[in-house]
């Protein structure tokens, strides 16, 4: 009898690359796969034929099957099966509800690992050539989520906003025009900004502009969920933004 035991695994930001080598061992060893919508399924090659793989869905508006449902097939299948993969975007423990996970699992005395997976925060916009970092331009940066449990737009926005920071946010595309909003109240409307739409894979597509042009350039180009926003003078490093901007300015001058 298999020994039942939960795998929470980060499968990074959506090349399959990019996933951890204990990621892969992991799924390797898998009894079951509990696999998301933003989680590369290529990755399931790695799985035992006889793994079962359950999709259990998670983008926002269409859900498969409620938070409290997944918790519950976790243990469930643990118990019946033995080793459960939970195949997560991004990174667990980013915007994930890996812990929620956890705590419900080791609720029932099922042991438990967290294997951390490169989080789109990152790697969104270095796959772009942005860095969220840059000695003279941003000496930090924020993750925020753009859409709290409760629908609403997240508090912390406004803060991130006031601050010289380099501001990443995470499923926050339904309220762009509201973020922008934000930024521009607080005197930021000609920031450079940036949103990249399935950063990491072929179909990846991106947009840069100002914070007051972004809402506009990303509708015109048609960029849609899953998508990374990114606020902050770090963009201004982009070539595209040099070209439309920066050269735009020394011409006007």
Known sequence: MNIPRISLIGAGPGDIELI??????AIESADVILYDALANEALLAYSKPTALKVYVGKRLGKYVYTQDQINYKLVELALQYGHVVRLKGGD???FGRGYEELEYAKAFNIECEVISGVTSAIAAPASVGIPVTMRG???SFWVITGTTRTGSLSNDIALAAQSSATVVILMGMSKLDQICDLFIQHGKAQTPAAIIQNATKEEAHFVVATVEELVA???A???QNPAVIVIGEVVSLHPQFIETYVREEINIR
């Open 221 to 223: 180009q048609h960029i």
């Open 217 to 219: 350039k990303a509708t």
């Open 92 to 94: 667990p423990y980013v």
């Open 20 to 25: 951890t080598l204990k990621g892969i061992r």
């Open 137 to 139: 331009l941003a000496e």
